[in-house]
């Protein structure tokens, strides 16, 4: 069963009220692989993630995870199947120390001392987390959140990691740590779909690429390659 794909999305198309946001588009993420969509403002990268963990429906198509069709399952339904989002725009519990924030991404989990296990292993992934472990998540600068978020979804021990936008309004030091995090987590196995506008970094840090258009997948491929593609690096890579 490891060599069928962990997540395989077929002829989805989503729309909000008359606007088609995506168009029948296929994507295949594989165990162990880290897989980036990249994409303009507005082409449909955050729907794609959002309709996956199923906070949309589609209007048509299927989504086939951990060999079970989940297009009609409820989002709850599959966190409790080992998938993570680490929304866009972080979202953590600003009134919520970094440890409580830390607890409750492991509320589908019931064995204590393995959570706090984890939540050291957390710790030691992401030190600056660790120094501020009582601190309110609100009070955080805006890349220790991101790093929170990241750290809350792994605290579900997800077998697939969707990330939105990590970079996203941060300055270019703390990106280039949290890309670093999520190399790092490439290499101890955990599988991600990354959403990201930074396509350079993104398909540094990713084994496979998907460019999204208008709704559309309009080029795939290993990661090195699209960093040589002419029309990745005019279009994204400036
Ligand atoms: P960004 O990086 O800006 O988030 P994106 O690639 O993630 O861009 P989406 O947020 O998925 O793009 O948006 C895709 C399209 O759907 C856009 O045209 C957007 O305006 C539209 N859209 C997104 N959310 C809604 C909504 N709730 N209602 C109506 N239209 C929406």
Request: net charge positive; charged share 20%.
């Amino acid at each position: 069963a490891t060599d069928l794909p962990l997540l395989e999305v077929r002829g989805l198309s989503v729309n909000y009220g008359g606007i088609q946001a995506l168009q029948e588009i296929n994507l295949v993420v594989n165990q162990g692989e880290v897989v980036t969509l990249i994409g303009a403002n507005g082409a449909g990268k955050t729907t794609t993630l959002r309709t996956i963990s199923r906070i949309l429906n589609p209007r048509h198509g299927q989504i086939v995870y951990a060999g079970r069709d989940i297009t009609r399952r409820k989002a709850h339904e599959v966190v409790a199947l080992g998938m993570a989002h680490s929304p866009e725009g972080r979202r953590v519990l600003a009134k919520q120390t970094i440890l409580d924030n830390l607890e409750l991404g492991a509320y589908v989990r019931s064995h204590a001392a393995a959570v706090k296990q984890d939540i050291e292993q957390q710790f030691q992934l992401f030190p600056r987390l660790a120094e501020r472990r009582y601190q309110l998540a609100g009070t955080l600068s805006g890349g220790e959140q991101q790093m929170l978020a990241i750290a809350r979804a792994l605290m579900s021990r997800p077998k697939l990691l969707l990330l939105d936008e990590p970079s996203l309004g941060l300055a270019p030091a703390i990106v280039r740590e949290i890309f670093n995090i999520i190399k790092n987590l490439r290499n101890t196995g955990v599988t991600i779909l990354l959403v990201e506008q930074n396509a350079h970094l993104a398909l540094q840090a990713a084994d496979r690429g998907y460019v999204l258009e208008a709704g559309q997948i309009t080029l795939i491929g290993p990661a090195q390659d699209l960093l040589q593609d002419d029309r990745v690096k005019q279009a994204y890579l400036g």
